[in-house]
C-alpha cells in the first residue's frame, strides 16, 4: 500500500542519513576543491579537520534539511518506481530489464522535486567550512575576489568568518527566494536530472536481478540480509557511474565560490572548464565517499521494505525478520 511504501521510504532515510552524513559533507567538500588549492589530501584528513576546526557537530553541518527533506524524496523515488513498474508489468508477470529501466528512469525524474533544493541548501552550508579553513591560510583571499561572492552567504563566512555566524538553511533559502524566486532554490536542476535519472536507470533493475539471486524459490523472498546486500552493490555501483554528474551539479550548485575558484554558466561550460584545468581524474573526486554514503543508505532502505516497518505503523502486520 502507497502509505506504507512512503512511511518505509521515509524511515530509511532518516536512518541512513543520520548514519553517514558526515561522510557526505566529506564528498561535497572534496568535490568543491580545484587543483593547486587543496585545503584536504582525502576523506580521513577532511574528517579530522573538520572535527578539529568545527567540532563533532561539524560534521553535521547542513544535516538538519537534508533530514527534513530526505523523507518525501526517498519516498518519491522509491513510490514512484513501484508504480511505473505495476503499471509497465504486463498481467502481474515479470519486468524486462529495458521496462526496469524505464520505471527507474521515471522515478529518477519524479524525485528531483524535492532533491535538487534540498541538495542546493544542504552544499551552501557543507562547503562553508571549506571556506573558512581556506580563508584562514595567508594571501588565500585577494581582496578584490570578495566582491564577487554571494552576498547572503558573504555575510555569514567570506567577510569575517570568525565572529559571524555561519547561514541558516531557512536564510540561504529566504534570500534566494527574495532575490532569485523560486528557480533560485532550482539552479542545478538539469545537473540534478543528469545525475539522478541515469543512477535510478542502473540501481532499480541492477537491485532486483541481484536480489533474485538470493530468493530460495521465485515464489518467496529472499532473505533481509541478501536484500541489504543487493541494495548495498547495486547502490554504490550506480553511484560511481553517475559520479561525473554529481561532480558538476555541485559546483554548479556552490554560490560562493573560494580564491580564484571560476564560475559557471551552465552544464556545459562547467564540465568543459573542469576537463581543462584538472583533467578526466576531477570528475572522480568525491567518487569513494558517494560510494560509501549510497551503499549502505539503499541498503538500509531494502532492509526497511523488507521488514516491513511501514505496514507494521499502518497496522497491516507485524513486523517481519526473515523470510517466510
Not at 16 to 37: A, H, S, Y
Not at 213 to 230: C, N, Q, R, V
Not at 263 to 274: A, E, M, N, R
Request: glycine share 8%; net charge positive.
Amino acid at each position: 500500500h502507497l502509505p506504507a511504501k512512503l512511511i518505509n521510504g521515509g524511515v530509511a532515510g532518516i536512518v541512513g542519513v543520520t548514519c553517514v552524513f558526515p561522510i557526505d559533507l566529506v564528498k561535497t567538500r572534496l568535490q568543491n576543491q580545484r587543483q593547486g588549492q587543496q585545503v584536504y589530501k582525502s576523506m580521513i584528513d577532511c574528517l579530522i579537520k573538520t572535527v578539529r576546526s568545527e567540532g563533532y557537530f561539524g560534521m553535521y553541518r547542513g544535516a538538519a534539511v537534508n533530514l527534513t527533506l530526505v523523507t518525501p524524496e526517498k519516498a518519491i523515488k522509491l513510490a514512484a518506481n513501484d508504480f511505473f513498474r505495476c503499471h509497465l508489468s504486463k498481467d502481474g508477470r515479470g519486468l524486462t530489464v529495458f521496462r526496469e529501466m524505464l520505471a527507474g528512469c521515471a522515478a529518477g525524474m519524479c524525485q528531483v522535486i524535492v532533491t535538487t533544493p534540498m541538495e542546493m541548501l544542504k552544499i551552501q552550508l557543507q562547503d562553508a567550512g571549506r571556506l573558512a579553513t581556506q580563508q584562514r591560510k595567508p594571501c588565500i583571499i585577494p581582496p578584490n575576489r570578495l566582491a564577487t561572492t554571494n552576498t547572503v552567504l558573504s555575510r555569514s563566512y567570506n567577510v569575517v568568518p570568525n565572529t559571524s555566524p555561519h547561514p541558516s538553511a531557512t536564510q540561504i533559502a529566504r534570500e534566494l527566494l527574495h532575490t532569485q524566486g523560486i528557480q533560485g532554490l532550482y539552479k542545478g536542476l538539469g545537473a540534478t536530472l543528469l545525475r539522478d535519472v541515469p543512477f535510478s536507470v542502473i540501481y532499480f533493475p541492477l537491485f532486483a536481478n541481484l536480489n533474485k539471486l538470493g530468493k530460495p524459490s521465485p515464489d518467496e523472498a529472499a532473505p533481509f540480509y541478501w536484500s541489504f546486500i543487493s541494495g548495498c552493490v547495486a547502490g554504490s555501483t550506480a553511484a560511481v557511474a553517475v559520479n561525473p554528474c554529481d561532480v558538476v551539479k555541485t559546483r554548479l550548485q556552490s554560490l560562493s565560490k573560494g580564491a580564484n575558484e571560476e564560475t559557471y554558466s551552465g552544464i556545459i561550460d562547467c564540465f568543459g572548464k573542469i576537463m581543462k584545468r584538472e583533467g578526466p581524474s576531477a570528475f572522480l573526486k568525491g567518487a569513494c565517499c558517494r560510494a560509501l554514503v549510497i551503499a549502505p543508505l539503499f541498503g538500509i532502505v531494502q532492509v526497511m521494505y523488507f521488514i516491513g516497518v511501514g505496514e507494521f505503523i499502518m497496522s497491516q502486520s507485524s513486523l517481519k525478520l526473515i523470510s517466510d
